[in-house]
């Protein structure tokens, strides 16, 4: 396979690559994702067009093509290999912001976007529409209390969380990505969630999938997907019509994924 040269490398992802060479581990309808030997975490590989993640490497659509084309024939890959001279380098960072989040716009666009998700027929992963999942009484909102501080409580509604549902990366785990992210927003690294989360954080890959050891790690960075941090940033800034197009991409994510997220980042911003 000849040398590629990337579009846009994730910050994350140019870390992993220096570390050795990447191989496909497996393929999916826009991309395919890569490992390295030794390392438990999955870097995703795609043209542009799809958003940008923690750990992501956007090639030319031909690239992505003669790459998956000759895992077709041969069943597998050899060790990819790519050229990051000058090549541009991004972060999915979301910045803390208390302030921006405690704002009267911020508070009436999660509002109104809570309304928004209830409504969607849509459902998620756990096998419910949004309204259901998120009614008050329900299993979502005791363990939503639980994780607002570090406590053995707090720990097992992590625990019932981490890799629940089917899939590359299970409803759970989308779930807390959007909790991670409202929480992040609001406390940064201070968040009760995040410390939880960090007391986990090695035995992550015997929890849930390669996909959402990622994911879940990157997030402990206040790293997230690039729709989503544009979600968070906006919520202070812009009129809710403009809030809902930012979700509704947010919301096409997988069958179901970005719809958890949502959910997750509901749930946490009404607790």
Same mark, same amino acid.
């Given at each position: 396979? @000849?040398?590629?040269?990337?579009?846009?490398?994730?910050?994350?992802?140019?870390?992993?690559?220096?570390?050795?060479?990447?191989?496909?581990?497996?393929?999916?309808?826009?991309?395919?994702?890569?490992?390295?030997? #030794?390392?438990?975490?999955?870097?995703?590989?795609?043209?542009? #067009?799809?958003?940008?993640? =923690?750990?992501?490497?956007?090639?030319?659509?031909?690239?992505?093509?003669?790459?998956?084309?000759?895992?077709?024939?041969?069943?597998?890959?050899?060790? +990819?290999?790519?050229?990051?001279?000058?090549?541009?380098?991004?972060?999915?960072?979301?910045?803390?912001?208390?302030?921006?989040?405690?704002?009267?716009?911020?508070?009436?666009?999660?509002?109104?976007?809570?309304?928004? &998700?209830?409504?969607?027929?849509?459902?998620?992963?756990?096998?419910?529409?949004?309204?259901?999942?998120?009614?008050?009484?329900?299993?979502?909102?005791?363990?939503?209390?639980? &994780?607002?501080?570090?406590?053995?409580?707090?720990?097992?509604?992590?625990?019932?969380?981490?890799?629940?549902?089917?899939?590359?990366?299970?409803?759970?785990?989308?779930?807390?990505?959007?909790?991670?992210?409202?929480?992040?927003?609001?406390?940064?690294?201070?968040? =009760?969630?995040?410390?939880?989360?960090?007391? +986990?954080?090695?035995? !992550? @890959?015997?929890?849930?999938?390669?996909?959402?050891?990622?994911?879940?790690?990157?997030?402990?960075?206040?790293?997230?997907?690039?729709?989503?941090?544009?979600?968070?940033?906006? !919520?202070?800034?812009?009129?809710?019509?403009?809030?809902?197009?930012?979700?509704?991409?947010?919301? #096409?994510?997988?069958?179901?994924?970005?719809?958890?997220?949502?959910?997750?980042?509901?749930?946490?911003?009404?607790?």
């Amino acid at each position: 396979m @000849p040398c590629v040269r990337p579009l846009a490398v994730s910050a994350g992802a140019r870390d992993l690559l220096a570390c050795g060479a990447p191989q496909l581990r497996a393929s999916y309808e826009h991309g395919a994702s890569l490992a390295i030997d #030794g390392f438990d975490e999955d870097i995703f590989l795609s043209a542009p #067009g799809r958003g940008l993640l =923690p750990l992501h490497i956007v090639v030319r659509e031909c690239d992505l093509c003669s790459i998956l084309e000759a895992a077709r024939c041969a069943g597998l890959t050899p060790p +990819l290999r790519f050229d990051l001279r000058n090549v541009r380098i991004f972060s999915s960072r979301l910045i803390p912001d208390p302030a921006s989040m405690r704002s009267d716009r911020a508070l009436s666009n999660i509002a109104a976007l809570g309304q928004w &998700l209830r409504a969607h027929p849509a459902p998620l992963g756990f096998g419910k529409p949004a309204g259901e999942w998120l009614a008050k009484g329900g299993p979502v909102e005791h363990w939503v209390a639980a &994780l607002r501080e570090v406590s053995p409580a707090g720990e097992q509604a992590l625990l019932a969380l981490i890799g629940r549902g089917a899939g590359s990366t299970p409803a759970g785990d989308d779930f807390l990505i959007g909790m991670l992210a409202q929480a992040w927003a609001s406390s940064g690294e201070q968040a =009760p969630l995040a410390a939880l989360l960090r007391a +986990l954080r090695g035995r !992550l @890959p015997q929890l849930t999938t390669t996909a959402s050891v990622s994911y879940l790690r990157a997030a402990l960075r206040g790293e997230f997907g690039s729709h989503l941090v544009v979600l968070v940033r906006s !919520l202070a800034h812009v009129t809710f019509p403009r809030v809902l197009a930012l979700a509704a991409r947010v919301a #096409g994510h997988g069958v179901s994924s970005g719809l958890d997220t949502l959910a997750g980042f509901i749930a946490a911003s009404e607790a």
